[in-house]
């Protein structure tokens, strides 16, 4: 199993980076693949809701987006770890989430209208 981490911490080494850590090691020692994305080491533009993505795809913005979103894809589990600030997730969760608009049929597993039931 392909497990996934995306901390949001723009803190290196802070509490979320902690807990996607441990959270890793648990499952690196139950046997999976784990793999951990610091969003903010990336790149992400804000999403302009241009909605050029909708019959394409494929998101007009060229970041470090579409190689996440791949990632997101490909895993069977994903963990998402975001410090808490005035009662909202960091900016950095939230414009990633506002950009999986492009591929949230497939990271939702939805082909030809259906959801694939995983196993």
Not at 102 to 107: G, L
């Amino acid at each position: 199993m392909k497990v996934l981490a995306i901390s949001a911490s723009p803190r290196t080494g802070g509490n979320s980076d902690v807990l996607c850590d441990q959270f890793l090691k648990g499952a690196e020692e139950a046997g999976h693949e784990s793999a951990k994305i610091r969003l903010g080491e990336k790149h992400i533009s804000p999403c302009t809701a241009c909605y050029g993505c909708i019959k394409s795809h494929t998101c007009v913005k060229k970041d470090d987006m579409a190689s996440i979103q791949q990632r997101m894809i490909d895993a069977d589990v994903i963990v998402l770890a975001t410090p808490v600030y005035f009662y909202s997730m960091a900016a950095q969760m939230k414009m990633m989430i506002d950009r999986c608009l492009a591929r949230y049929r497939q990271m939702a597993g939805i082909q030809n209208g259906k959801r694939n039931q995983g196993g």
